[in-house]
């Protein structure tokens, strides 16, 4: 079994927006927490590519049997609530061999007080 972790995005018209998105990736392939991973890529859900399906598509085409999606958003508002569902439903009608996981979106984290906390004490300058 060859696991694989696609971050999902909403995605920007803006280009450096997206490419935030890639940085945290790349970061993210480098932690040692994440080495269970074989590979970890982004996806967009609007207006960037790649798209969901096309990481997939690509995590697949390497062998990734496993793959597990995380996203990348505050809240369950209808985007992780039913679009990636879907499209995560429809890689598994095409796929039924495969494990897919998706995970609660970033935003519902128990974490996320004490983070937003630790950053109100050492704010970041622009």
Known sequence: MIKSLILIA???RHSKANDEIHLLTK????LSALQHFSKINHAFLEFASPTIEETAQQQISQQCTD???FPYFLSRGQHVSADIPNIINTLKITYPSLTLT???P???SDKIPQLIADLLNNPLTF
């Open 10 to 12: 909403h995605g920007s």
């Open 27 to 30: 970061t993210l392939s480098q």
């Open 67 to 69: 793959i597990t999606f």
């Open 102 to 104: 998706l995970y609660p």
């Open 106 to 108: 970033l935003g519902v």
